[in-house]
């Protein structure tokens, strides 16, 4: 399945469950899904490309469905405050059913705790922080990439291979880079 078909099935299922069976009648019916991505970044840039081009191609074979995903795009502009912003008017103004995004660890902190209070979904492809997935957390996040252990243990395992006994870490002062430090304790 190509990165563009699954980003849309995976964002189509969540989205199903989120709306109750009681909306749906004989009619059309649209549900509304946020998308908020740094539009200024390639990750973002390819991300809105394949959402719309997945939307496009998956509507053009099924013709006959009558629930329409209406995904509303925002442009975190790679800053927190922004991104929480776009939640914010995503939520309130256009009552979204779930958000997509956004991109890094420390924009969707703040935006998984918007969403948890709104009982809003939120998806991230690409938030790695293992912070976000804490169990006790909420249940209103769902990340579908891996978190950074999985880059610390593929480190580990060249220092052992090349059996090296000390090995000095170098990272950014983020949720990101303190995501790892605190795996490779």
């Not at 995976?10 to 649209?30: G, K």
């Not at 539009?39 to 998956?58: E, H, K, P, Q």
Request: aromatic residues 12%; proline residues 2%.
């Amino acid at each position: 399945m190509k990165m563009k078909d699954y980003l849309f099935l995976l964002s189509f299922i969540l989205v199903m469950r989120c709306v109750s069976c009681e909306q749906y009648s004989a009619s059309n019916h649209t549900v509304k899904v946020g998308v908020i991505l740094d539009l200024n970044s390639s990750v973002g840039r390819t991300a809105y490309c394949f959402i719309r081009a997945a939307s496009s191609d998956f509507y053009a074979k099924h013709a006959d469905y009558r629930t329409r995903i209406n995904f509303l795009f925002r442009d975190s502009r790679n800053d927190v405050v922004a991104a929480a912003s776009a939640a914010l008017d995503l939520m309130k103004n256009e009552q979204v059913h779930a958000i997509i995004g956004p991109q890094s660890s420390s924009q969707a902190k703040f935006v998984i705790e918007l969403g948890t209070k709104a009982n809003v979904p939120i998806i991230s492809f690409s938030a790695t922080s293992p912070f976000l997935s804490l169990s006790d957390q909420t249940d209103f996040f769902i990340r579908t990439t891996h978190d950074d252990s999985f880059q610390v243990k593929a480190i580990a395992d060249i220092v052992i291979a090349y059996g090296w006994r000390a090995v000095t870490p170098i990272y950014e002062d983020t949720d990101f880079g303190n995501g790892l430090d605190s795996i490779s304790h």
